[in-house]
């Protein structure tokens, strides 16, 4: 009687024990996996009265940087779905889009702008989970 009690309490002890063991959520993993989505024509618009608040912009390069943004954002959507898009790329192709905002600017909009990049810099990587 005494080992099948002592077996009971065992078994209650290792059930509890794995239980207790399996991370929170069920096992399902938080936070996003691989790149984020690719931002629609409507964010865009709204990422670049964003950027010409932050930078004055002119109607005439608020125009430009827009067709910039969403010719960067098609480019890495057409690349994202024909393969895996490489870190190594990505960068590039985020440090050509940055020169060619920049190129558009003026020396005061260069340095707001690159105060800005900072800036959403660290929102991004405040929001992300730590691993």
């Given amino acids: 009687m005494k080992k099948i009690k002592a077996v009971f309490i065992l078994a209650a002890i290792l059930i509890s024990s794995i ?9 399902k993993q938080s936070g996003p996996q691989g ?12 990422m670049v009265k964003q950027l010409s608040t932050e930078l004055s912009l002119t109607e005439e390069q608020k125009t430009k940087v827009s067709a910039i943004y969403t010719s960067h954002f098609q480019d890495v959507k057409k690349k994202n779905k024909t393969g895996a898009l490489k870190r190594e790329e ?4 985020k440090t050509d889009f940055e020169k060619e905002v920049k190129s558009l600017l003026n020396t005061k ?5 690159v105060a800005y990049l900072k800036k959403q810099t660290n929102q991004a990587s405040r929001q992300r989970p730590n691993r």
Avoid: D, R
């Fill in 19 to 27: 239980s207790y063991a399996q991370p929170q959520g069920g096992g």
């Fill in 90 to 93: 990505m960068e590039t192709l």
């Fill in 109 to 113: 909009q260069q340095k707001l702008y």
């Fill in 35 to 46: 790149p984020p989505p690719t931002p629609n024509s409507s964010q865009i618009k709204k």
